[in-house]
Structures are given as structure tokens and as C-alpha cells.
């Protein structure tokens, strides 16, 4: 660099001092700017950053919510099973009771009293 810009910069440019304060000022201005800016960007990052977080631990409740409904539906269908076997088996042994107490009024000679019936009625 040559002597005369040095020395321009350095007495505050061909305008003087009050050049170089508006410079100053400019700059000053500039920078708040910048800094401003740069806050409102780390600002933004810091959401999006919690916004991922948050969208991430919301798929991980879905994901485990999805596997509970798997788990609540295998136990479901295993529980219509088993209760579809506990009600074949309930007419099985109704069948079953109804041809013992057939058989049963069959040896007796007479029709067999209904439990909880204690035959008063019928006597005279």
C-alpha cells in the first residue's frame, strides 16, 4: 500500500474526522446488525434442534404405542379363543347334564327336582 492511503485512513479519510466517525458509525451499526442476526439464527437453531427432539420422541411414542396395539390385539384374539373353547366346552357339559339327569329320572321312576326346589308346593 502506498503512503497517502495509510495516511488517509489514518487521519480519518479525505473528509477528516467526521468521515471517519460516519465510517465508524456505519460500522458500529453493521455489527449490531450481524450481531443480531447471529443471535436470531442461534435462536432458530435452538428451535428446529428442540422441534427435532420433540418430533423424535413423539415417533418413539408412536413406535411404542403401535407395538402395545400389536400386543393388546394377539392378547385380544388369544382371549376370543379361549373364550369361544370355554363356551363350546359350557354346551358340551349342559348336553352332558342334561342326559345325566335324564338318565337319572329314568332310574328313579320320577322327574328329578330342580336344585333350590325343595318340592313343598307340590305336596298336599
Do not use: F, H, Y
Request: charged share 35%; proline share 2%.
Amino acid at each position: 500500500m502506498n503512503n497517502r492511503s495509510q495516511g488517509s485512513w489514518s487521519q480519518g479519510g479525505p473528509g477528516g474526522d467526521d468521515a471517519g466517525a460516519a465510517a465508524s458509525a456505519d460500522i458500529e451499526r453493521a455489527t449490531r446488525r450481524l450481531v443480531a442476526a447471529l443471535d436470531a439464527l442461534e435462536s432458530a437453531v435452538e428451535r428446529r434442534r428442540d422441534a427435532d427432539r420433540d418430533e423424535d420422541e413423539l415417533a418413539s411414542r408412536i413406535q411404542a404405542l403401535g407395538a402395545d396395539r400389536s400386543r393388546l390385539a394377539d392378547e385380544l384374539d388369544a382371549t376370543l379363543v379361549r373364550s369361544r373353547k370355554l363356551e363350546r366346552a359350557n354346551r358340551d357339559i349342559a348336553t352332558r347334564l342334561d342326559a345325566a339327569i335324564a338318565t337319572i329320572e329314568e332310574v328313579v321312576g320320577e322327574p328329578a327336582v330342580a336344585v333350590g326346589d325343595t318340592g313343598a308346593e307340590e305336596q298336599p
